[in-house]
């Protein structure tokens, strides 16, 4: 069965330090991954998808994402990351080919240092 | 372009009840869908509508329902609440619906509590 697991509950970094949030996710073939951030009290917004072609995503926030498929993998990195980038972080895959539902991981909670 | 909206916010219930609960997508967008979300299971897919269809659904008991209006207005019902209905409930709209084409936007949640 198709599945998507953040193995991070919660990360802490200092504001300008660098970011790498991991996703893994099981799926037999070439997945659509996606990843959204839901800050408090607001809802959850998209950061950025992959499809196919560079494995390296751009998004918004200055987020990008990098498909490994040997790894199964599709971590969320960022260079230097600010106070407002506190919140939750979900990776999500397309459910087997029905594009209209998404398996969601259980999040990964960052907290920022000042 | 005002975002999604979900009415009411916050909502205290007892076991046994029923509650409605309201959605409001963007103008335009024609799919409307629902999760629920709690600590322990994370997102949790609950049913899509489109064109006052029914075109998706989850893992979920009967107890759960949904309704799309001409306007793309959603409600959702769920009847004979239990303690474990208690989640933060999100609703999400897109044009057509379609993740590899379309961009998913949430609205803020209703949070459900049931005693």
């Known amino acids: 069965a198709q599945s998507v697991t953040q193995p991070d509950i919660h990360i802490t970094v200092s504001e300008g330090a660098s970011l790498e949030l991991r996703c893994n996710y099981s799926?037999?073939?070439?997945?659509?991954l996606f990843w959204y951030v839901q800050s408090p009290g607001q809802g959850l917004q998209l950061l950025l998808k992959?499809?196919?072609?560079d494995t390296l995503v751009q998004g918004i926030k200055g987020f990008e994402a990098e498909f490994k498929r040997s790894q199964s993998s599709f971590n969320l990195r960022k260079p230097s990351v600010h106070w407002s980038d506190a919140a939750e972080y979900f990776c999500a895959v397309e459910d087997a080919g029905n594009n209209r539902k998404l398996l969601w991981g259980l999040g990964t909670s960052l907290a920022v240092n000042p | 372009k005002a975002g999604v909206t979900q009415t009411p916010r916050y909502l205290i219930k007892t076991r046994g009840q029923q509650v409605t609960l309201s959605c409001s997508p963007i103008s335009g967008h024609r799919s409307v869908s629902w999760y629920q979300q709690t600590p322990g299971q994370g997102l949790q897919f609950l049913f899509e509508y489109f064109s006052e269809t029914q075109r998706n659904k989850g893992n979920f008991p009967g107890r759960f329902s949904g309704r799309q209006f001409s306007n793309s207005r959603s409600e959702m019902n769920v009847s004979t609440l239990e303690l474990g209905d208690s989640a933060l409930y999100l609703c999400?709209?897109?044009?057509?619906?379609?993740?590899?084409?379309?961009?998913?936007?949430f609205g803020p949640g209703t949070r459900l509590t049931v005693l």
């Open positions: 799926y037999g073939a070439t997945p659509y």
């Open positions: 999400a709209s897109s044009l057509e619906g379609d993740y590899r084409t379309d961009t998913q936007y």
């Open positions: 992959y499809f196919s072609g």
